[in-house]
Structure formats: structure tokens, C-alpha cells
């Protein structure tokens, strides 16, 4: 293509996209929702992106819909999110939907499965696999409409009050972990506790768990687990082989009907994966919290 001709094609797409937003907020009336999310104010990764995909929505609409933010907690527990979108108690929520496996099995597929699919195969199946559909099938029975909105990447095994020599200290170990992983854990003698991420720290801090998992060094940080749990562990699941937990964090559960089209992914959330390894570098410089294998491990086993 010729450089006019190019840039004929690119002023086309430039000016189709300067009058989107005035279109699009002179066709809507005032709309305000409440958007209750499973996750604490500490974290700027999955709390920041819901903040910036509020500021996204209202910079596009130019503040014709306004969608405000809630931390796990300031509206409704950090686990009871689904419910709150399903009777409307809120407009949206930001949450991880095997938090609710409990209620269907399959929810389990909406975030992560253990030993299942990697990240970019997660991302895949439900954009291109069919896997929102299939998830949303279930959600209209709860009268939400589900849309994936980001991913944590792979997650580390957890951060441990004492040192795990081997598979037989996990016997009676009171361990937090999300959605169906814990039966995993069950299955190798502990106690899964399915707890909201701002309620980690003091849980482990107090005792009242021997163990959790959350995300990764990042994250993880900023929650402050090093301070009360000094052995920190992989792989991501601790009863597997070399696979981790990839946790599929963030999915916003929106009222059937709504503005769908203003609804895209968030893109913050997309840079939890980097930031995570980042973390993880600085983690091993320093002299506690340093990761270590899950002894008794083998690889395929």
C-alpha cells in the first residue's frame, strides 16, 4: 500500500474513533452502578483494575455512566459477590468464580482447574473455545451474565508457618486455598479453609490457619504474608506434579440486559503476570520468604 493511500485508510479508522465516545454518551441517559469486588484496596493489580476500568467507562461515555467501586468488605463479603450481582444487591461485581464451586462444579473451569490449562490456554478456550458461553449458561440461572476480564498467570504454592519437610506435615494442616483445589489438599490430609484475600493476613497472623495460598510474590506482598509466614512454596498446587495453579482471576458477573458493549476487558489486570515475576525476583534476594520445592514432589507424580 502507498503511503497516502495508507495513511487515507488510517485517518478513516482515527476519525471513526474520535467520534465514538460523544456517539456513544449522547445515546445513553445517566446510568450509575455499585461494582462490588472479591478483592482488598491493598492490591493494584486486581482492585486497580477494577478502578481503572471505572475510570475507562466514564472517560468513554464522558461520565454518562459512572460505575463506582467497592473492596472486598465495604458492600458485601469478598466471597459473596456472585450472590450480590444474582439478587441485586449490586449492579457488578468483580470476583473469581471458583470461589462459588460449591453451588456448580463447573464454575471451577471459569477461573482455574487444577492441573488444567495455562494461562494463554485458559484466555483461549474462553474467547475462542466457546468457554464464556458455556459459562454463561450457568450464570443465567443466577441471572448474571459473566465476562472474563483478566488473569493473575501462574500462581506459587503458599506461604507456610513451618517448614514442610515432608508430604506428612499437610496432615491436619489447616491451609487456605481457592475453589476445588482444596479438595486436593483434603486428599493429602489438610484442611482446606476457603477465606476472602483481606482476611489472609490476620487468620495466619493469629493462627487461626496453619497456611495460604494467594497469588504470587507481587500480590502477595503487598498482603504482607512474609511478615507472619516465613516458608514460602511450589508448585502451585501442592498435592501435583510440576503444573501450577493458574489462577483466573476477576470475573465480572454483569446483570443480563445491561450495557454489554461497554463492558470490554479490563487491560490493567493484563499486567499482573509481569509484575509477578518482578516480585519474584526481588523475592529471592532477600533473606526469608525465600521459595522452596514442595519436598516430596516428584515430576509427573
Do not use: H
Not at 452502578?33 to 471505572?54: H, I, N, Q, V
Not at 458492600?75 to 444474582?86: C, M, R, T
Not at 449490586?90 to 464451586?101: H, I, Q, S
Amino acid at each position: 500500500m502507498k503511503r497516502r493511500e495508507f495513511l487515507k485508510v488510517t485517518g478513516v479508522g482515527l476519525a471513526a474513533s474520535t467520534v465514538a465516545a460523544p456517539a456513544i454518551a449522547q445515546s445513553m441517559p445517566e446510568v450509575k452502578w455499585r461494582y462490588a469486588a472479591s478483592w482488598p484496596k491493598a492490591l493494584d493489580t486486581l482492585y486497580g483494575g477494577c478502578e481503572y476500568f471505572c475510570k475507562r467507562v466514564a472517560e468513554v461515555t464522558d461520565n454518562r455512566f459512572q460505575i463506582q467501586p467497592f473492596a472486598s468488605g465495604e458492600l458485601v463479603p469478598g466471597l459473596q459477590v456472585l450472590d450480590a450481582v444474582s439478587n441485586g444487591t449490586v449492579e457488578m461485581g468483580n470476583t473469581a468464580l471458583y470461589y462459588y464451586w460449591g453451588k456448580n462444579p463447573a464454575f471451577t473451569f471459569g477461573t482455574a482447574l487444577p492441573f488444567g490449562l495455562n494461562t494463554r490456554q485458559q484466555i483461549s478456550w474462553l474467547l475462542t473455545g466457546d468457554g464464556q458461553a458455556l459459562l454463561n449458561d450457568i450464570l443465567k440461572e443466577y441471572n448474571c451474565l459473566g465476562i472474563p476480564t483478566g488473569n493473575t498467570g501462574a500462581q506459587m504454592g503458599g506461604w507456610f508457618r513451618k517448614e514442610i519437610k515432608s508430604m506428612e506435615d499437610f496432615k491436619g494442616l489447616k491451609f487456605r486455598v481457592g475453589g476445588f483445589a482444596g479438595t486436593i489438599i483434603a486428599k493429602v490430609g489438610g484442611v482446606p479453609q476457603q477465606i476472602a484475600g483481606g482476611d489472609i493476613y490476620p487468620a495466619l497472623e493469629k493462627g487461626t490457619i496453619d497456611a495460604a495460598e494467594w497469588v504470587g510474590p507481587y500480590d502477595d506482598e503487598k498482603l504482607g504474608f512474609v511478615k507472619v509466614a516465613k516458608y514460602y512454596y511450589y508448585p502451585g498446587q501442592p498435592a501435583g506434579a510440576e503444573t501450577v495453579d493458574r489462577g483466573r482471576r476477576a470475573t465480572a458477573a454483569v446483570p443480563a440486559g445491561s450495557a454489554r458493549g461497554l463492558l470490554q476487558r479490563r487491560e490493567r489486570d493484563l499486567c499482573g503476570p509481569f509484575e509477578e515475576q518482578c516480585a519474584l525476583r526481588q523475592a529471592l534476594q532477600q533473606p526469608v520468604g525465600l521459595p522452596q520445592r514442595v519436598p516430596g514432589l516428584d515430576a509427573g507424580g
